[in-house]
């Protein structure tokens, strides 16, 4: 049976030849914008040729050989997934309506995506791709080829996730990473759910109420999709599927964009949607996705940061108690803790810490001087993003440098420190520095409601 879309003018035989061509470019020229929907490889590109490579920069950030790692502490992002169901139904809906074109009407870009097949179904729903399960085996291998004393056989593995499927699934492509070669306290290594700590904005009223379910919060994000920038986008992507302008929103093209970084990364494929847009849309897109990170998760609300100082209190908890282990002579109880969640986990944490932070708001009205912004998403939180804590013992008879250090990994790159401006610090000074936040960050009433009613203007 033909295809619907048989009926409409055929391509030119040129730009039949070219089309590869050109969805390859486009695809190239678009990945650096997929903000929270890149692939791990956009923040290090030479895994691209070997998945396994520590990178060009892991022998500059060792430590001298007088100082060992005590304590390796890691919060990841889940891997590569599917689109949620809610992004999968919309982007049914643009599908749909290339199908009911007009037959007659000679419209190339519109006939080839009504000619795409619609593989997606609800049911996927975020799940884990196999390319998200081959992100956490490659990162549990790449961790363990850095830091070989802390993943030796028989050292104790505590691993913990966010109860949804695709956390869960990531935590055991980890430990399937690791080999059965490393017993790592025994053969079967028990994942524990832990939401309290993956999915902290979850159990935080205060977040929920004025910011998460709250449309007033995200006005700045409402701006942006009916200003001029999104507006132009809006009509040429109109245009390019001859469609009315009025039967396509800032969602439904924004489901457009993320499809071409969806087929990217789960199927490594250059998607015929990437020829919708240039390199100038898709920094307008990237734009609108980091908006709603920013004032969803990051520096736009206090709460959204605060709400996390329940996990950034309880890596330093156990970073505590592995130097007084380590003081009194005794082995480390926890030398692994690997715990598993979302983009909503660490961007928080990262805030909290007060990285990426911008000398001005993101807003919808200043999107040409944020070009240059630190807050993109998607070199910060990509799938299968990670943040490592790394604590060391330094022996004083062979080496000046004080007994404890640390080191933060974020996406396996050595973090500036902020107090200090370099990538290692002593543990005491990096605890001094967090002071405040560790003493008088309280969950409960962080996140407790206001008593009277409010908006999250008012509130926030």
Not at 77 to 89: E, L, M, S
Not at 225 to 239: D, I, Q, T
């Amino acid at each position: 049976m033909a295809p619907r879309w048989a009926a409409a003018a055929p391509f030119p035989s040129a730009a039949l030849l070219l089309l590869p061509l050109l969805l390859a470019v486009a695809s190239a020229g678009l990945s650096s914008y997929f903000g929270t929907k890149s692939r791990y490889e956009e923040v290090n590109p030479y895994l691209v040729q070997d998945p396994l490579s520590l990178g060009p920069t892991a022998a500059g950030s060792r430590l001298p050989p007088a100082c060992a790692p005590l304590q390796l502490r890691a919060v990841l992002r889940h891997g590569t997934r599917y689109p949620t169901a809610g992004q999968i139904r919309r982007l049914g809906e643009l599908h749909a309506r290339l199908l009911r074109r007009p037959a007659a009407a000679a419209c190339p870009a519109a006939a080839a995506l009504a000619a795409w097949q619609m593989w997606y179904e609800e049911s996927l729903d975020g799940r884990l791709a196999p390319q998200g399960r081959r992100d956490m085996e490659h990162l549990a291998r790449r961790l363990a080829a850095r830091f070989p004393a802390l993943f030796a056989a028989r050292r104790r593995l505590v691993l913990a996730s966010s109860s949804k499927h695709r956390c869960l699934q990531s935590s055991a492509a980890f430990r399937r990473g690791l080999g059965p070669s490393l017993s790592l306290g025994g053969d079967e290594v028990e994942v524990q759910v832990n939401d309290a700590l993956m999915r902290f904005f979850d159990y935080c009223a205060k977040f929920v109420a004025l910011v998460e379910e709250n449309d007033a919060a995200m006005c700045q994000v409402t701006a942006f999709k009916e200003g001029p920038e999104m507006r132009k986008v809006l009509e040429k992507v109109a245009s390019a599927l001859c469609l009315p302008v009025e039967e396509l929103n800032a969602d439904l093209v924004q489901v457009a964009f993320l499809t071409c970084s969806y087929e990217l990364a789960i199927k490594n494929v250059t998607s015929p949607w990437c020829s919708l847009f240039s390199e100038d849309d898709a920094k307008v897109l990237e734009y609108l996705n980091d908006l709603k990170q920013y004032w969803k998760r990051g520096y736009g609300y206090d709460i959204n940061s605060r709400s996390s100082c329940i996990l950034f209190q309880d890596i330093f908890e156990h970073l505590d108690e592995a130097v007084e282990e380590s003081k009194s002579s005794k082995p480390i109880s926890s030398p692994l803790i690997v715990q598993v969640g979302h983009a909503e986990t660490l961007q928080p944490l990262l805030a909290l810490m007060g990285f990426f932070k911008d000398d001005e708001p993101l807003k919808a009205n200043n999107y040409i001087k944020q070009t240059h912004r630190k807050f993109r998403s998607g070199r910060i939180v990509p799938y299968a993003a990670n943040l490592v804590f790394v604590l060391y013992h330094c022996d004083h008879a062979k080496t000046s440098e004080e007994e404890y250090q640390v080191q933060m990994l974020l996406n396996e790159q050595p973090l500036v420190f902020l107090h200090s401006n370099e990538t290692i610090s002593t543990y005491a000074d990096l605890r001094d520095y967090y002071k405040d936040i560790l003493e008088n960050c309280h969950f409960k009433e962080e996140c407790e409601l206001p008593k009277i009613n409010v908006t999250a203007v008012d509130e926030l």
